[in-house]
């Protein structure tokens, strides 16, 4: 059975920090490129990272370029999005997604995550 699932997320203050995964099970996430993002309340969803699976190649909105960071474990068949510095407007429900062809976060995904809520709050 294919799935993505995230986990990691949580309640913190601002200026705290997260780390998001993205496990894998069914597929080598690793032949995918994959897109996190996030999706607050009353707002629509939003591309917020995204890394290549032919170069390794990362991208980040201007909202959180310079704060967050993606990676691969390919041995863990898992993605992660590491969260610094974080801000009250980033509170949203974070997803990640898969797909062997995307070529950015505006590209469309296959595979999707259940989501995992983020909330930053003192």
């Known amino acids: 059975q294919v799935q993505l699932v995230e986990s990691g997320g949580g309640l913190v203050q601002p200026g705290g920090s997260l780390r998001l995964s993205c496990a894998a099970s069914g597929f080598t996430l690793a032949n995918y490129a994959i897109g996190w993002f996030r999706q607050a309340p009353g707002k629509e969803r939003e591309g917020i990272s995204y890394i290549s699976n032919s170069d390794g190649s990362t991208y980040y909105a201007d909202s959180v370029k310079g704060r967050f960071t993606i990676s691969r474990d390919n041995a863990k068949n898992t993605v992660y999005l590491q969260m610094n510095s974080l801000k009250p407007e980033d509170t949203a429900v974070y997803y990640c997604?898969?797909?062997?062809?995307?070529?950015?976060?505006?590209?469309?995904?296959?595979?999707w995550g259940q989501g995992t809520q983020v909330t930053v709050s003192s």
């Open positions: 997604a898969a797909d062997p062809w995307a070529t950015g976060w505006h590209s469309i995904f296959d595979y």
